[in-house]
Protein backbone atom coordinates (compact mmCIF):
# COMPACT_ATOMS: atom_id res chain seq x y z
CA UNK A 1 0.00 0.00 0.00
CA UNK A 2 1.18 3.05 -1.23
CA UNK A 3 1.97 5.85 1.87
CA UNK A 4 1.80 9.01 -0.18
CA UNK A 5 -0.83 10.85 1.55
CA UNK A 6 -4.82 11.75 0.32
CA UNK A 7 -5.71 14.65 -0.20
CA UNK A 8 -8.50 16.18 1.80
CA UNK A 9 -9.53 20.05 0.25
CA UNK A 10 -11.86 21.74 2.72
CA UNK A 11 -12.04 21.61 6.90
CA UNK A 12 -15.84 21.87 7.05
CA UNK A 13 -17.93 18.96 8.93
CA UNK A 14 -17.69 17.08 5.66
CA UNK A 15 -13.88 17.20 4.96
CA UNK A 16 -12.90 16.70 8.61
CA UNK A 17 -15.13 13.70 8.77
CA UNK A 18 -13.40 12.17 5.85
CA UNK A 19 -9.84 13.21 7.14
CA UNK A 20 -10.50 11.34 10.22
CA UNK A 21 -12.19 8.20 9.04
CA UNK A 22 -8.86 8.19 6.21
CA UNK A 23 -6.44 8.60 9.01
CA UNK A 24 -8.46 5.75 11.32
CA UNK A 25 -7.75 3.74 8.24
CA UNK A 26 -4.42 3.76 8.75
CA UNK A 27 -3.49 6.06 5.87
CA UNK A 28 -1.62 9.60 5.77
CA UNK A 29 -3.87 12.78 5.58
CA UNK A 30 -3.11 16.15 4.06
CA UNK A 31 -6.59 18.35 5.59
CA UNK A 32 -6.12 21.58 2.94
CA UNK A 33 -7.91 24.52 5.03
CA UNK A 34 -8.04 27.84 3.16
CA UNK A 35 -8.86 29.57 6.49
CA UNK A 36 -7.63 32.10 7.89
CA UNK A 37 -4.81 32.97 5.07
CA UNK A 38 -8.74 33.24 3.39
CA UNK A 39 -12.10 33.94 4.83
CA UNK A 40 -15.60 33.59 3.83
CA UNK A 41 -18.44 35.75 3.98
CA UNK A 42 -20.05 32.91 6.97
CA UNK A 43 -17.21 31.83 8.86
CA UNK A 44 -16.14 33.67 12.27
CA UNK A 45 -12.90 31.79 13.22
CA UNK A 46 -10.39 29.69 11.75
CA UNK A 47 -12.06 26.17 13.36
CA UNK A 48 -12.39 23.19 11.75
CA UNK A 49 -15.75 21.76 11.93
CA UNK A 50 -17.32 25.76 12.64
CA UNK A 51 -20.86 25.60 12.61
CA UNK A 52 -21.64 28.89 10.78
CA UNK A 53 -25.88 29.03 11.30
CA UNK A 54 -27.62 26.56 14.14
CA UNK A 55 -25.90 24.63 16.97
CA UNK A 56 -28.14 21.89 16.06
CA UNK A 57 -27.92 18.59 14.52
CA UNK A 58 -32.10 18.23 15.03
CA UNK A 59 -33.54 15.36 16.41
CA UNK A 60 -31.13 12.57 18.01
CA UNK A 61 -34.41 9.56 18.11
CA UNK A 62 -33.01 6.75 16.57
CA UNK A 63 -36.62 4.76 16.85
CA UNK A 64 -38.76 7.52 14.42
CA UNK A 65 -36.62 10.24 12.55
CA UNK A 66 -34.79 9.65 9.41
CA UNK A 67 -32.16 12.41 11.17
CA UNK A 68 -31.73 9.84 14.44
CA UNK A 69 -31.07 6.98 12.63
CA UNK A 70 -28.31 8.72 10.79
CA UNK A 71 -26.96 10.13 13.72
CA UNK A 72 -26.85 6.07 15.24
CA UNK A 73 -25.59 4.55 11.43
CA UNK A 74 -22.58 7.57 12.08
CA UNK A 75 -21.68 6.48 15.62
CA UNK A 76 -21.80 2.84 14.63
CA UNK A 77 -19.44 3.90 12.02
CA UNK A 78 -17.03 5.04 14.53
CA UNK A 79 -18.06 9.28 13.06
CA UNK A 80 -15.49 11.65 15.01
CA UNK A 81 -17.95 14.33 14.28
CA UNK A 82 -21.19 12.51 16.50
CA UNK A 83 -18.32 11.70 19.28
CA UNK A 84 -17.65 15.11 19.44
CA UNK A 85 -21.56 16.09 19.11
CA UNK A 86 -21.88 13.68 21.96
CA UNK A 87 -19.00 15.65 24.40
CA UNK A 88 -20.34 18.86 23.94
CA UNK A 89 -24.22 18.36 24.23
CA UNK A 90 -26.42 21.36 25.72
CA UNK A 91 -30.04 20.95 26.53
CA UNK A 92 -32.12 20.83 23.62
CA UNK A 93 -34.69 18.36 24.50
CA UNK A 94 -34.85 15.34 22.23
CA UNK A 95 -32.45 17.28 19.58
CA UNK A 96 -29.11 17.01 19.54
CA UNK A 97 -27.19 20.47 20.04
CA UNK A 98 -24.18 21.77 20.79
CA UNK A 99 -21.44 23.74 22.05
CA UNK A 100 -20.37 25.27 18.65
CA UNK A 101 -17.00 26.83 20.38
CA UNK A 102 -16.38 23.73 22.44
CA UNK A 103 -17.41 21.42 19.64
CA UNK A 104 -15.28 23.14 16.90
CA UNK A 105 -11.85 23.45 19.11
CA UNK A 106 -12.69 19.93 19.98
CA UNK A 107 -12.53 18.51 16.26
CA UNK A 108 -9.85 21.09 15.35
CA UNK A 109 -7.52 19.30 18.40
CA UNK A 110 -8.71 15.78 17.54
CA UNK A 111 -7.04 15.73 13.79
CA UNK A 112 -3.92 18.35 14.98
CA UNK A 113 -3.16 15.67 17.41
CA UNK A 114 -4.01 12.61 15.26
CA UNK A 115 -0.56 11.26 13.80
CA UNK A 116 -1.41 10.80 10.32
CA UNK A 117 -3.20 13.76 9.42
CA UNK A 118 -1.40 17.30 8.49
CA UNK A 119 -3.50 20.47 8.40
CA UNK A 120 -2.20 22.86 5.75
CA UNK A 121 -4.09 26.64 6.06
CA UNK A 122 -3.92 28.21 2.56
CA UNK A 123 -6.58 28.17 -0.41
CA UNK A 124 -6.54 25.87 -2.91
CA UNK A 125 -7.46 27.69 -6.28
CA UNK A 126 -8.39 25.16 -8.85
CA UNK A 127 -8.96 21.46 -8.92
CA UNK A 128 -6.20 19.28 -7.14
CA UNK A 129 -3.30 18.04 -9.43
CA UNK A 130 -3.18 14.69 -10.40
CA UNK A 131 0.28 14.66 -8.71
CA UNK A 132 -1.55 14.98 -5.56
CA UNK A 133 -3.13 11.30 -6.24
CA UNK A 134 -6.28 10.67 -4.49
CA UNK A 135 -8.08 13.99 -3.58
CA UNK A 136 -11.27 14.65 -1.58
CA UNK A 137 -13.12 17.91 -2.35
CA UNK A 138 -15.62 18.75 0.30
CA UNK A 139 -15.36 22.67 0.09
CA UNK A 140 -19.12 23.03 0.79
CA UNK A 141 -21.72 25.68 -0.09
CA UNK A 142 -19.24 28.60 -0.35
CA UNK A 143 -16.83 27.15 -2.23
CA UNK A 144 -14.02 29.38 -3.41
CA UNK A 145 -14.76 31.40 -6.78
CA UNK A 146 -11.22 30.18 -7.98
CA UNK A 147 -12.12 26.28 -7.39
CA UNK A 148 -15.53 26.64 -8.99
CA UNK A 149 -14.51 27.70 -11.77
CA UNK A 150 -11.92 25.15 -12.02
CA UNK A 151 -14.37 22.50 -11.37
CA UNK A 152 -16.81 24.15 -14.15
CA UNK A 153 -14.57 24.07 -16.46
CA UNK A 154 -13.79 20.60 -16.01
CA UNK A 155 -17.31 19.34 -16.44
CA UNK A 156 -18.73 21.62 -18.41
CA UNK A 157 -21.27 24.46 -17.82
CA UNK A 158 -24.30 22.70 -16.16
CA UNK A 159 -21.83 21.18 -13.59
CA UNK A 160 -22.68 24.05 -10.55
CA UNK A 161 -25.45 25.94 -9.48
CA UNK A 162 -24.88 28.96 -7.40
CA UNK A 163 -28.69 29.48 -6.10
CA UNK A 164 -30.74 27.54 -4.52
CA UNK A 165 -34.55 27.71 -5.78
CA UNK A 166 -36.05 24.84 -4.20
CA UNK A 167 -39.72 23.96 -3.98
CA UNK A 168 -41.34 21.76 -0.96
CA UNK A 169 -41.38 18.37 -1.52
CA UNK A 170 -44.56 15.98 0.10
CA UNK A 171 -44.23 12.26 1.52
CA UNK A 172 -46.68 10.65 -1.13
CA UNK A 173 -48.85 8.77 1.53
CA UNK A 174 -49.95 11.98 3.02
CA UNK A 175 -51.69 13.06 -0.32
CA UNK A 176 -55.07 12.49 0.14
CA UNK A 177 -56.44 10.56 -3.42
CA UNK A 178 -59.97 11.04 -2.50
CA UNK A 179 -59.36 14.91 -3.22
CA UNK A 180 -56.34 14.73 -5.74
CA UNK A 181 -56.17 12.74 -8.73
CA UNK A 182 -53.23 11.27 -11.17
CA UNK A 183 -53.14 12.87 -15.14
CA UNK A 184 -50.54 14.89 -17.37
CA UNK A 185 -51.87 18.00 -18.91
CA UNK A 186 -53.88 17.30 -21.68
CA UNK A 187 -52.69 13.56 -20.83
CA UNK A 188 -49.91 14.11 -22.88
CA UNK A 189 -47.25 10.96 -22.68
CA UNK A 190 -43.98 11.93 -22.84
CA UNK A 191 -40.95 10.05 -22.66
CA UNK A 192 -41.21 7.18 -19.52
CA UNK A 193 -44.67 8.74 -19.02
CA UNK A 194 -47.99 7.39 -19.05
CA UNK A 195 -50.28 10.37 -19.50
CA UNK A 196 -50.98 10.48 -15.45
CA UNK A 197 -47.90 11.31 -14.08
CA UNK A 198 -48.41 14.30 -11.94
CA UNK A 199 -50.71 14.68 -8.57
CA UNK A 200 -53.67 17.60 -8.81
CA UNK A 201 -55.14 19.49 -6.59
CA UNK A 202 -57.77 21.31 -7.51
CA UNK A 203 -59.12 24.56 -5.74
CA UNK A 204 -62.35 26.37 -6.39
CA UNK A 205 -62.21 30.35 -6.71
CA UNK A 206 -62.99 31.06 -3.38
CA UNK A 207 -60.10 29.02 -1.43
CA UNK A 208 -57.72 30.00 -4.79
CA UNK A 209 -58.61 33.77 -3.58
CA UNK A 210 -57.38 33.17 0.46
CA UNK A 211 -54.85 31.00 -1.31
CA UNK A 212 -53.13 33.98 -3.01
CA UNK A 213 -54.06 36.38 0.24
CA UNK A 214 -52.16 34.00 2.34
CA UNK A 215 -48.80 33.73 -0.02
CA UNK A 216 -48.79 37.54 0.26
CA UNK A 217 -49.15 38.17 3.72
CA UNK A 218 -47.06 35.19 4.80
CA UNK A 219 -43.71 35.94 6.61
CA UNK A 220 -40.89 35.61 4.50
CA UNK A 221 -36.97 34.79 5.27
CA UNK A 222 -34.57 37.44 3.99
CA UNK A 223 -31.44 37.39 2.20
CA UNK A 224 -28.09 37.28 3.56
CA UNK A 225 -26.47 40.52 3.08
CA UNK A 226 -23.65 38.13 0.92
CA UNK A 227 -26.50 36.41 -1.05
CA UNK A 228 -27.67 39.38 -3.09
CA UNK A 229 -31.37 39.10 -4.37
CA UNK A 230 -30.75 35.81 -7.05
CA UNK A 231 -34.57 35.71 -8.50
CA UNK A 232 -34.96 35.78 -11.99
CA UNK A 233 -38.07 35.53 -14.12
CA UNK A 234 -37.72 31.81 -14.58
CA UNK A 235 -37.47 30.76 -10.88
CA UNK A 236 -39.67 33.37 -8.81
CA UNK A 237 -40.74 32.66 -5.56
CA UNK A 238 -44.38 31.62 -5.30
CA UNK A 239 -44.98 34.59 -3.09
CA UNK A 240 -43.66 37.24 -5.89
CA UNK A 241 -46.01 35.87 -8.54
CA UNK A 242 -48.95 36.22 -5.98
CA UNK A 243 -48.00 39.49 -5.71
CA UNK A 244 -47.89 40.36 -8.90
CA UNK A 245 -51.73 39.99 -9.36
CA UNK A 246 -54.83 37.86 -8.08
CA UNK A 247 -54.79 36.00 -11.12
CA UNK A 248 -51.07 35.35 -11.90
CA UNK A 249 -50.67 31.93 -10.37
CA UNK A 250 -53.80 30.48 -12.27
CA UNK A 251 -52.55 31.33 -15.13
CA UNK A 252 -48.66 30.47 -14.54
CA UNK A 253 -47.65 27.26 -12.22
CA UNK A 254 -51.36 26.85 -11.02
CA UNK A 255 -53.26 27.27 -14.47
CA UNK A 256 -55.97 24.38 -14.59
CA UNK A 257 -55.70 24.09 -18.62
CA UNK A 258 -55.80 20.25 -19.74
CA UNK A 259 -56.67 19.14 -16.58
CA UNK A 260 -60.47 17.05 -15.54
CA UNK A 261 -61.02 16.18 -12.17
CA UNK A 262 -61.60 12.71 -11.88
CA UNK A 263 -63.76 12.90 -8.75
CA UNK A 264 -65.66 15.38 -10.58
CA UNK A 265 -65.43 16.02 -13.59
CA UNK A 266 -68.37 18.45 -14.49
CA UNK A 267 -66.74 21.01 -12.62
CA UNK A 268 -63.58 22.49 -13.78
CA UNK A 269 -61.35 23.27 -11.28
CA UNK A 270 -60.70 26.95 -11.22
CA UNK A 271 -56.54 26.37 -10.30
CA UNK A 272 -54.48 23.62 -9.80
CA UNK A 273 -51.46 22.50 -7.66
CA UNK A 274 -49.34 20.27 -9.70
CA UNK A 275 -46.86 17.79 -7.24
CA UNK A 276 -44.46 15.75 -10.02
CA UNK A 277 -42.83 12.49 -8.75
CA UNK A 278 -39.00 13.54 -7.10
CA UNK A 279 -37.63 10.24 -6.94
CA UNK A 280 -37.26 6.80 -8.46
CA UNK A 281 -38.90 5.00 -5.61
CA UNK A 282 -42.25 7.27 -6.18
CA UNK A 283 -42.40 8.15 -2.46
CA UNK A 284 -41.99 11.92 -2.79
CA UNK A 285 -43.30 14.44 -4.98
CA UNK A 286 -42.41 17.61 -5.26
CA UNK A 287 -44.68 20.78 -5.86
CA UNK A 288 -44.09 22.18 -9.38
CA UNK A 289 -43.25 25.81 -9.60
CA UNK A 290 -43.51 26.45 -5.80
CA UNK A 291 -40.08 27.36 -4.96
CA UNK A 292 -40.19 30.14 -2.38
CA UNK A 293 -38.84 32.40 0.82
CA UNK A 294 -41.33 31.90 2.63
CA UNK A 295 -40.44 31.16 6.66
CA UNK A 296 -41.14 27.41 7.28
CA UNK A 297 -43.69 27.84 9.80
CA UNK A 298 -45.44 29.63 7.21
CA UNK A 299 -45.16 27.25 4.40
CA UNK A 300 -46.64 24.36 6.14
CA UNK A 301 -49.94 26.16 7.44
CA UNK A 302 -50.48 27.85 3.99
CA UNK A 303 -49.87 24.97 1.72
CA UNK A 304 -51.51 22.68 3.76
CA UNK A 305 -54.63 25.26 2.47
CA UNK A 306 -54.43 23.31 -0.98
CA UNK A 307 -57.45 20.24 -1.32
CA UNK A 308 -55.57 16.79 -1.13
CA UNK A 309 -52.69 18.76 0.84
CA UNK A 310 -54.58 19.21 4.49
CA UNK A 311 -52.54 16.57 6.20
CA UNK A 312 -49.40 16.62 3.82
CA UNK A 313 -46.05 15.67 5.47
CA UNK A 314 -43.18 17.94 4.22
CA UNK A 315 -39.59 15.87 3.21
CA UNK A 316 -38.40 19.10 2.61
CA UNK A 317 -39.29 22.69 2.54
CA UNK A 318 -38.77 25.33 0.22
CA UNK A 319 -36.51 28.23 0.00
CA UNK A 320 -33.97 30.58 -2.17
CA UNK A 321 -30.65 30.56 -1.08
CA UNK A 322 -26.75 31.34 -2.22
CA UNK A 323 -25.61 27.34 -2.74
CA UNK A 324 -23.07 26.18 -4.72
CA UNK A 325 -23.68 22.65 -5.61
CA UNK A 326 -22.64 19.79 -8.38
CA UNK A 327 -24.99 18.01 -10.83
CA UNK A 328 -24.25 15.27 -9.11
CA UNK A 329 -26.23 12.76 -10.68
CA UNK A 330 -25.22 13.36 -13.58
CA UNK A 331 -21.33 13.99 -12.87
CA UNK A 332 -20.23 11.48 -10.25
CA UNK A 333 -20.61 7.58 -9.95
CA UNK A 334 -21.96 5.58 -6.95
CA UNK A 335 -18.76 5.82 -4.63
CA UNK A 336 -18.28 9.84 -5.18
CA UNK A 337 -15.97 9.66 -7.67
CA UNK A 338 -16.19 12.60 -10.36
CA UNK A 339 -16.63 11.05 -13.75
CA UNK A 340 -14.39 13.96 -15.71
CA UNK A 341 -11.12 12.68 -13.13
CA UNK A 342 -11.86 9.50 -11.05
CA UNK A 343 -9.15 10.85 -8.79
CA UNK A 344 -11.28 13.56 -7.67
CA UNK A 345 -14.13 12.43 -4.87
CA UNK A 346 -16.62 15.35 -3.65
CA UNK A 347 -18.19 15.38 -0.22
CA UNK A 348 -20.63 17.16 2.09
CA UNK A 349 -23.17 20.21 0.77
CA UNK A 350 -21.32 20.66 -2.55
CA UNK A 351 -22.50 16.88 -3.45
CA UNK A 352 -26.04 17.98 -3.04
CA UNK A 353 -26.93 17.29 0.40
CA UNK A 354 -28.47 19.54 3.11
CA UNK A 355 -27.88 19.63 6.88
CA UNK A 356 -24.88 19.44 9.35
CA UNK A 357 -25.05 15.47 10.08
CA UNK A 358 -25.81 14.67 6.25
CA UNK A 359 -22.76 16.81 4.91
CA UNK A 360 -20.70 15.01 7.57
CA UNK A 361 -22.48 11.43 6.80
CA UNK A 362 -21.09 11.68 3.05
CA UNK A 363 -18.15 13.20 4.14
CA UNK A 364 -17.49 9.76 6.52
CA UNK A 365 -18.90 7.40 3.10
CA UNK A 366 -16.36 9.52 0.97
CA UNK A 367 -13.19 9.04 3.30
CA UNK A 368 -14.26 5.27 3.80
CA UNK A 369 -14.55 4.65 -0.11
CA UNK A 370 -11.09 6.52 -0.50
CA UNK A 371 -9.14 4.09 2.23
CA UNK A 372 -10.95 1.19 0.60
CA UNK A 373 -9.72 2.18 -2.45
CA UNK A 374 -6.20 2.76 -1.45
CA UNK A 375 -6.29 -0.66 0.26
CA UNK A 376 -6.75 -2.08 -3.84
CA UNK A 377 -10.71 -3.47 -2.31
CA UNK A 378 -14.13 -2.16 -3.98
CA UNK A 379 -16.27 -0.90 -1.38
CA UNK A 380 -19.60 -0.58 -1.79
CA UNK A 381 -22.35 1.65 -1.19
CA UNK A 382 -24.78 0.88 2.33
CA UNK A 383 -27.82 -0.14 1.13
CA UNK A 384 -30.86 1.61 0.33
CA UNK A 385 -32.95 0.61 3.37
CA UNK A 386 -29.77 2.76 5.63
CA UNK A 387 -30.10 6.20 6.16
CA UNK A 388 -26.55 6.37 4.55
CA UNK A 389 -27.18 4.38 1.63
CA UNK A 390 -30.43 6.17 1.05
CA UNK A 391 -28.81 9.76 1.55
CA UNK A 392 -25.93 8.40 -1.08
CA UNK A 393 -28.79 6.89 -3.84
CA UNK A 394 -30.25 10.27 -3.96
CA UNK A 395 -27.30 12.42 -4.59
CA UNK A 396 -25.81 10.03 -7.14
CA UNK A 397 -28.49 8.81 -9.21
CA UNK A 398 -32.60 8.34 -7.12
CA UNK A 399 -33.36 12.05 -8.41
CA UNK A 400 -35.37 12.08 -11.51
CA UNK A 401 -34.36 14.70 -14.28
CA UNK A 402 -37.63 16.32 -16.38
CA UNK A 403 -37.96 17.00 -19.81
CA UNK A 404 -40.37 19.83 -19.06
CA UNK A 405 -37.31 21.83 -17.78
CA UNK A 406 -35.55 21.45 -21.35
CA UNK A 407 -32.85 19.88 -20.38
CA UNK A 408 -31.53 21.88 -17.24
CA UNK A 409 -30.99 21.19 -14.11
CA UNK A 410 -33.63 19.60 -11.68
CA UNK A 411 -31.53 17.90 -8.67
CA UNK A 412 -31.81 19.49 -5.81
CA UNK A 413 -30.29 19.48 -2.15
CA UNK A 414 -32.08 17.15 0.09
CA UNK A 415 -31.84 16.33 3.60
CA UNK A 416 -32.41 12.92 4.88
CA UNK A 417 -35.56 11.39 5.37
CA UNK A 418 -37.74 8.50 4.98
CA UNK A 419 -38.80 9.28 1.75
CA UNK A 420 -35.60 8.14 0.88
CA UNK A 421 -35.32 5.25 1.71
CA UNK A 422 -36.22 1.41 -0.02
CA UNK A 423 -39.94 0.83 1.18
CA UNK A 424 -40.69 -2.00 3.83
CA UNK A 425 -41.59 -5.23 2.64
CA UNK A 426 -45.54 -6.31 2.52
CA UNK A 427 -46.41 -6.90 6.04
CA UNK A 428 -43.63 -5.33 8.19
CA UNK A 429 -46.15 -2.75 9.49
CA UNK A 430 -47.83 -4.88 12.39
CA UNK A 431 -51.26 -3.74 13.91
CA UNK A 432 -50.16 -3.44 17.96
CA UNK A 433 -51.50 -6.45 20.15
CA UNK A 434 -55.35 -6.67 20.16
CA UNK A 435 -56.55 -4.14 18.03
CA UNK A 436 -57.91 -5.08 14.73
CA UNK A 437 -56.92 -1.49 13.33
CA UNK A 438 -54.82 1.35 13.49
CA UNK A 439 -55.66 4.32 15.75
CA UNK A 440 -55.43 7.75 14.99
CA UNK A 441 -50.73 8.16 13.57
CA UNK A 442 -50.31 4.72 15.07
CA UNK A 443 -50.08 3.33 11.23
CA UNK A 444 -47.06 6.47 10.61
CA UNK A 445 -45.80 6.00 13.95
CA UNK A 446 -45.12 2.13 13.16
CA UNK A 447 -43.68 2.74 9.77
CA UNK A 448 -41.06 5.20 10.98
CA UNK A 449 -40.19 2.45 14.27
CA UNK A 450 -40.01 -0.06 11.13
CA UNK A 451 -37.94 1.67 9.02
CA UNK A 452 -35.71 2.75 12.09
CA UNK A 453 -35.28 -0.79 12.90
CA UNK A 454 -34.40 -2.23 9.30
CA UNK A 455 -32.11 0.88 9.14
CA UNK A 456 -29.90 -0.07 11.67
CA UNK A 457 -29.81 -3.41 11.66
CA UNK A 458 -28.94 -3.28 8.15
CA UNK A 459 -25.91 -0.85 8.66
CA UNK A 460 -24.55 -3.06 10.94
CA UNK A 461 -24.65 -5.87 9.10
CA UNK A 462 -22.59 -3.77 6.30
CA UNK A 463 -20.75 -2.53 8.38
CA UNK A 464 -19.62 -6.12 9.71
CA UNK A 465 -18.99 -7.21 6.36
CA UNK A 466 -17.10 -4.20 5.07
CA UNK A 467 -15.14 -4.84 8.32
CA UNK A 468 -14.74 -8.50 7.54
CA UNK A 469 -13.68 -8.00 3.81
CA UNK A 470 -10.79 -5.69 5.48
CA UNK A 471 -9.46 -7.78 7.91
CA UNK A 472 -9.33 -10.39 5.10
CA UNK A 473 -6.97 -8.67 3.09
Given at each position: ???????????????????????????????????????????????????????????????????????????????????????????????????????????????????????????????????????????????????????????????????????????????????????????????????????????????????????????????????????????????????????????????????????????????????????????????????????????????????????????????????????????????????????VRFAGQITGCEGYVESAAVGLMAGRFTAAERRGETLLSPPQT????????????????????????????????????????????????????????????????????????????????????????
Amino acid sequence: MSNQPIHVVGGGLAGSEAAWQIAEASIPVILHEMRPVRGTEAHKTDGLAELVCSNSFRSDDATANAVGVIHAEMRLAGSLIMATADRHQVPAGGALAVDREGFSAAVTRALAEHPLVTIERGEVDGLPPEDWGTTIVATGPLTAPSLAESIRQATGEDALAFFDAIAPIVHFDSIDLDKAWFQSRYDKVGPGGTGKDYINCPLDKDIYERFVAALVEGDRAEFKSWEGTPYFDGCLPIEVMAERGPETLRHGPMKPMGLTNAHDPEVKPYAVVQLRQDNALGTLYNMVGFQTKLKYGAQAEIFRMIPGLENAEFARLGGLHRNTYLNSPVLLDASLRLKARPHVRFAGQITGCEGYVESAAVGLMAGRFTAAERRGETLLSPPQTTAMGALLAHITGGHLAHEEEGGKRSFQPMNVNFGLFAPLEPGAIQKPEGQKRFRGKEKAVAKKNALSRRALADFAAWLAGAETRQAAE
